[in-house]
């Protein structure tokens, strides 16, 4: 299949570790052109060279500034962005009971900085007729306890998938979202260490995960990702999608009756 994405522009934040990374690659092997914007500047450009193609920007995305100076390099030196990939993220444990700031700032690590790169990149998407794919997870829909600002967050970006999906169907410009549940990945490892016994906890969330027993791939996320954004899925927009093994919508106890 022709996924239509031959030397496209991709900016994919966050993209040097975990599932930002598998998308990077995805999109590579698609011969697109990912342009990574975040940190792990090191990371990303060790990336970048043994992809042998894209490109990678440094930019602390909590600061608006430094956000607004990476895309103005970015259609500098590279081009015009034909899609966005809004991929950073981080559970950060900010809970009920944490103070106003607290909740703010965790807001700005998950929700401010997608809709200041969708509003800076809107002249490029509509001029392509590009598409913009948000990374969500599961926990705006299942909640998850202790975590209120990611929750929160993740939440505003359902919302933003449909609304922007509306605001930009007239331009051709269309808005997904891919909701992972169980991926490891650095973010994930990190979480799990923190666990009194990380393998046990491991074993009960896999059986808890219906197709398999086990979690997610990062590459299976991103194949979802590239297709969303290729000229294939030309009629799908504003659409919330679960690549998690059935983990947030199917009923577990089923799933394990043989
Ligand atoms: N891993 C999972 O199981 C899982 C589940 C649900 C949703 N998600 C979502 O997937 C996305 C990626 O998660 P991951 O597990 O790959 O995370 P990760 O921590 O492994 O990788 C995220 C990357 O984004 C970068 N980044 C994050 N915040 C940044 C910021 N403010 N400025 C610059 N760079 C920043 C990190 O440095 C890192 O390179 C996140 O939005 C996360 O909420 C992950």
Not at 189 to 209: F, G, M, Q, V, Y
Not at 237 to 249: K, S, W
Request: hydrophobic letters at 45%.
């Amino acid at each position: 299949m022709d996924l239509q994405l031959q030397d496209k522009i991709v900016l994919v934040t966050g993209g040097a570790k975990g599932i930002g990374e598998a998308i990077v690659r995805a999109f590579a092997e698609e011969g697109a052109t990912p342009v990574i914007l975040g940190r792990n500047p090191e990371e990303a450009q060790g990336l970048i060279g043994a992809l042998g193609r894209g490109h990678s920007f440094h930019a602390e995305l909590t600061d608006v500034g430094q956000i607004e100076s990476a895309v103005a390099a970015v259609r500098d030196e590279v081009g015009p962005v034909d899609v966005l990939v809004n991929n950073a993220g981080v559970n950060d444990g900010v809970a009920i009971g944490a103070t106003a700031a607290e909740f703010v700032a965790s807001l700005e690590r998950n929700l401010v900085h997608p809709f200041v790169l969708a509003g800076l990149l809107l002249d490029d998407l509509k001029a392509a007729r590009g598409s913009i794919v948000n990374i969500g997870p599961k926990v705006a829909e299942t909640g998850q306890g202790g975590t209120s600002g990611y929750a929160a967050a993740k939440g505003a970006m359902n919302a933003l998938t449909r609304e922007w999906a509306i605001d930009l169907a007239a331009h051709g410009v269309r808005v997904n979202c891919v909701a992972p549940a169980e991926v490891m990945t650095p973010l994930y490892e990190n979480w799990l260490a923190k666990r009194p016994d990380p393998a046990a906890a491991r074993a009960e969330i896999e059986s808890t995960i219906p197709l398999g027993g086990r979690f997610t791939e990062a590459a299976e996320i991103a194949d979802l990702v590239v297709f969303l954004a290729s000229g294939r899925s030309g009629h799908t927009t504003g659409q919330i999608m679960y690549p998690d093994g059935g983990y947030t919508h199917l009923d577990r106890a089923y799933a394990h009756d043989p």
